[in-house]
C-alpha cells in the first residue's frame, strides 16, 4: 500500500506555521519579528529556538527596507546563498558568497585565518547597506567585527549572525550582540547555521507565508 | 581592539569534536557510527542530537563501500548537494539535485505533489545502488519509499532520511525505519535538515576529521 500524506505544499506551510504559533512562546516579539522567527524555527524543526533569538529593535525592518531598495545579500557559505528562495526577494537582489573565489585560498594563508574569514575580503565593494547572513563559521563573524572596528570601513545595513558549534559561535555572538555596529539578529549559544540563517533571509526578503 | 580568536581550522575541528565527544552520549554506536554521528551533532550545534539517531547496522560501511565504488550521491535540496565537501570523495563521486531540472514543476503538477517529491522521478536512471540523501523535504521520504514499493524500481544501496518539520517529517521516517528497504540512518521527530544530513554524507566520505 502506498503511504498517504500532504502532498500541497500551501497546506504543509499553513499546518507547520500553525502548529510553531501554537506551541512556541513568541509574546515578546513584534509582528514582524514574529514572523521571521517562526521561520526560523520551521527551518530548524525545533520550538524552543525562540528563547534564543536576539533581534535589535528595527533590524528587520531595517534588513528589509536595504532589501527592498536593491542591497545584495553577503553569505558566507554556499549553504546559505543556495537556499535564499529567489522569488521572495523584493528587488532581484543580488546573493553573493564569495569563499570559493579562486583568491581565498592564498588570502587565508596570508591573513593566516580561514577561508571563510579571509572570503569576507572580497566583500568590501558590496558592503555598503547590505544584508549581511553569516551562518556557518564563527571566525568569519568575527573578522566581520574586526573590519567594522575601521571607521572607514563600509558598513551593511544589518547582520543576521547565526555560525553554528563549539568552538567561537556563543563568543562571536556575544561580541556582535555587545558591539551592535549595525541592527543584528543573532541565535544566541551553539545553535544556528544555514538553515536557520537562510529562514531568517527568506523571512525578512517576503512577510508572504 | 580587535578580537583574538581561534584562526586555525584544523584546530577549531579539534576542539569542536573533543568537546562533543566529551559531553555527548555515544557509547551504543560503533566506531563507524561515531563518527558518523560526532559530525552531525557539530553540523547542529546540538549535544543531545545523538538520542535521535538511529543506524541499520552496516549502514554507515555500505553507504561508504557505495561511495568507495564510484556511486553517486543523490540529494533532495541544493542545500544538501552544494554543503557535500568535494575533496572528501572517495571517487569524485557525482552529487544530483535535480530539483531545479526544469521538467520538475509540470512533473508536480501532473503528479498533484510537491517539486520535491516530483524531482525524485528524475532519479530512476541514478538510483541503483546510489548513496540516497533526503535533509529537506518529507514529501520526497515518503515518495521514495512509494517508488521502492515497486519490486522493479532499482534500489539505493543506503539512505540517509533526515527531512525536517513539522508536517510529515516525523512520519516519513518513522515509515522509512519500518520498511528498511535498503539500510538507513535517520533522525528521528523533527529534527534534521540539511546540515545534519551534509554532516552525515561527508562523515562517511571520508574517515578524516
Known sequence: MPYDYEKDGAAIYRQSFATIRAEADLGRFDVDEEQVVVRMIHAAGMVGLEEHVKLTPGAVAAARMALESGAP??????MVSEGVTRFRLPAEN???????????????????????????????????????A??????????????LED???????????CPVGFVGARESKDALWADQPVPSII???RL????????????IASRKE
Open 73 to 78: 545579500i553577503l553569505c558566507d557559505a554556499r
Open 187 to 189: 541565535v544566541e549559544g
Open 94 to 132: 543580488e546573493v553573493i558568497c564569495t569563499l570559493h573565489d579562486p583568491r581565498v585560498p592564498e588570502m587565508a594563508r596570508e591573513m593566516g585565518n580561514t577561508r571563510s574569514a579571509a572570503a569576507l575580503e572580497l566583500w568590501r565593494p558590496h558592503l555598503k547597506g547590505a544584508l549581511v
Open 151 to 161: 571607521p572607514d570601513c563600509p558598513r551593511p545595513a544589518a547582520i543576521i549572525g
Open 192 to 203: 544556528g547555521g544555514s538553515a536557520i540563517t537562510v529562514a531568517a533571509i527568506n523571512a
Open 134 to 147: 553569516i551562518g556557518n563559521a564563527p571566525t568569519a563573524l568575527f573578522h566581520l567585527l574586526n573590519m
